[in-house]
């Protein structure tokens, strides 16, 4: 049986893959009806729009968050205390997919709020799983 954090692990990888299908996809729109060349394309988007932008800044914030819940979740399943992380790993996944879908949707002032809030759920359940393996 798939432990809760393993499943919350392989969804939060699923969920960075799928972002970069939708960048791939998007810009083969651009590319595909020569409205852009292959190699013209800024690596964070904001050349094609607002939205391009926001879809490369949200993949590039779970490429970056990533490494750090992958570590923290392979270490409570090595070490067999996946008891730490089971509770709250899919809260973790949901918020980070909240995050990225609203990063995706609108860059308001409320929005950015919001998309702090997610992230902010996510670093405090990670901190608090550090402090539990530590004491």
């Known amino acids: 049986m798939v432990s809760t954090s393993a499943l919350a692990l392989i969804g939060y990888a699923t969920w960075t893959l799928?972002?970069?299908?939708?960048?791939?996809?998007?810009?083969s729109m651009f590319i595909m009806t020569?409205?852009?060349a292959a190699n013209e394309f800024c690596p964070d988007g904001s050349d094609v729009s607002g939205f391009?932008?926001?879809?490369?800044?949200?993949?590039a914030n779970c490429v970056e968050n990533l490494p750090i819940f992958a570590a923290i979740i392979l270490f409570a399943i090595v070490t067999?205390?996946?008891?730490?992380?089971?509770s709250l790993a899919l809260v973790v996944l949901f918020a980070r997919i909240g995050q990225s879908t609203v990063h995706l949707i609108n860059a308001s002032a409320p929005a950015v709020m919001l998309?702090?809030?997610f992230f902010m759920i996510q670093l405090g359940v990670m901190v608090w799983w550090c402090y539990q393996f530590l004491m």
């Open 34 to 36: 020569n409205k852009r």
């Open 115 to 117: 998309r702090g809030t």
């Open 18 to 27: 799928a972002l970069i299908v939708l960048i791939v996809m998007y810009r």
């Open 80 to 86: 067999r205390q996946t008891d730490v992380t089971n």
């Open 52 to 59: 391009s932008n926001r879809l490369c800044r949200a993949h």
